[in-house]
C-alpha cells in the first residue's frame, strides 16, 4: 500500500470522525441540559483514547510504534503537547457552545464553518508562523482558501431555516366546528 494511500485511509477516518462529532456533542448537550456536561464526557473520551492507549504501548507493551530516535518527555516538548490539546479542547468547547447557541439545526452549519475556517487559519499560522515558507504556494493554493471562506459564507447564507406553520385554512376551521342547524342547536 502506498503512503498516499494510507495518509488518504487516515484523513477518511479523521473526516468521518470530525464530521459526525458535532452532531453528536449537540445531542449530548441537549440531552445532558448542559454543555459544559456533555464537555465533560468530551473529556473522558480523550482522556481514555488520549491517554490510556498511548500509556498501554508505551509503558504496558514497552513497544511505541510511532516512536523515531531520540524520544523523550523533555519538558519543552510535553508542554507543546499540552498546549496542541489545550487548543483542540477550547475548539470542542467553543463548539458545543456554538451549537447548543444556535438551538436545533445549528450543527448543520456549524460544523461546515469550523471546518472552512480551520484550514484557512492552519494555512496562514503555518507559512508565516510555524513554518515559515521562503517562498508562497501557487496562487492556485490560495483561491483554494478563498473557495473554502466563499463556502463558509454560502453556508452561512443558505443555512435551511425551519419555515413558521402556516394558519389553517378557514374551510378545515369550519370542517372541524359542528353544524348549527336553523334552530341554532348541534
Known amino acids: 500500500m502506498s503512503k498516499w494511500t494510507i495518509v488518504l485511509i487516515f484523513v477518511a477516518c479523521a473526516a468521518l ?3 459526525t462529532y458535532v452532531p453528536l456533542v449537540h445531542i449530548a448537550a441537549q440531552k445532558l441540559h448542559s454543555n459544559l456536561r456533555a464537555f465533560l464526557f468530551v473529556g473522558l473520551a480523550y482522556f481514555l483514547v488520549a491517554v490510556l492507549i498511548p500509556c498501554f504501548f508505551i509503558f504496558v507493551l514497552g513497544n511505541d510504534p510511532t516512536a523515531k530516535a531520540g524520544t523523550n518527555f523533555d519538558t519543552g516538548p510535553m508542554l507543546w503537547g499540552i498546549l496542541a490539546g489545550t ?7 467553543c463548539v458545543i457552545f456554538a451549537v447548543t447557541t444556535g438551538g436545533k439545526g445549528a450543527a448543520l452549519y456549524v460544523a461546515p464553518l469550523v471546518f472552512a475556517g480551520a484550514p484557512i487559519v492552519n494555512t496562514i499560522a503555518t507559512i508565516t508562523v510555524f513554518h515559515p515558507t521562503k517562498t508562497l504556494p501557487d496562487p492556485r493554493f490560495f483561491l483554494g482558501l478563498v473557495l473554502a471562506a466563499a463556502g463558509a459564507a454560502m453556508v452561512m447564507i443558505y443555512k435551511p431555516v425551519d419555515k413558521p406553520h402556516a394558519a389553517p385554512a378557514a374551510a378545515e376551521q369550519q370542517a372541524v366546528e359542528p353544524a348549527v342547524n336553523d334552530a341554532g342547536t348541534s
Do not use: I, P, V
Open 87 to 93: 487548543a483542540g479542547a477550547m475548539g470542542a468547547l
Open 17 to 19: 470522525s470530525w464530521g
